[in-house]
């Protein structure tokens, strides 16, 4: 079974940076899509970005365009999340997802595997 597990969150004040990685205990994610979830108390969970491990056709959501970016790294085994000029509105349970799919979709549904998360907190 695919295990992912999240780190990199914590507490940083408006407009700072924050690095997430999730860490795959697969041999290769070469056939997955990975992607980046985010979730508040109350609301549904929402796509933030994904990328397919093999290739590296991204995709974004529109809010953090611009400030965000995935990537991975093969010999890690790794992918990602660069966050910056983070805002507020940007706190949330951040989650790492994979899924056997040739592009990464933004719907949660679509995912096989996740994460247990990383909470990710933006001070005004």
């Known amino acids: 079974q695919v295990q992912l597990v999240e780190s990199g969150g914590g507490l940083v004040q408006a407009g700072g940076s924050l690095r997430l990685s999730c860490a795959a205990s697969?041999?290769?994610?070469?056939?997955?899509?990975m992607g980046w979830f985010r979730q508040v108390p109350g609301k549904e969970r929402d796509f933030v970005a994904g990328?397919?491990?093999?290739?590296?056709?991204?995709n974004y959501a529109d809010s953090v365009k611009g400030r965000f970016t995935i990537s991975r790294d093969i010999d890690k085994n790794t992918v990602y999340l660069q966050m910056n000029s983070l805002k507020p509105e940007d706190t949330a349970v951040y989650y790492c997802?994979?899924?056997?799919?040739?592009?990464?979709?933004?719907?949660?549904?679509?995912?096989?595997?996740w994460g247990q998360g990383t909470q990710v907190t933006v001070s005004s």
């Open positions: 990328i397919v491990w093999s290739g590296s056709s991204t």
């Open positions: 697969v041999r290769t994610f070469s056939t997955y899509s």
């Open positions: 997802a994979a899924k056997h799919i040739s592009y990464p979709t933004t719907r949660p549904r679509d995912y096989d595997y």
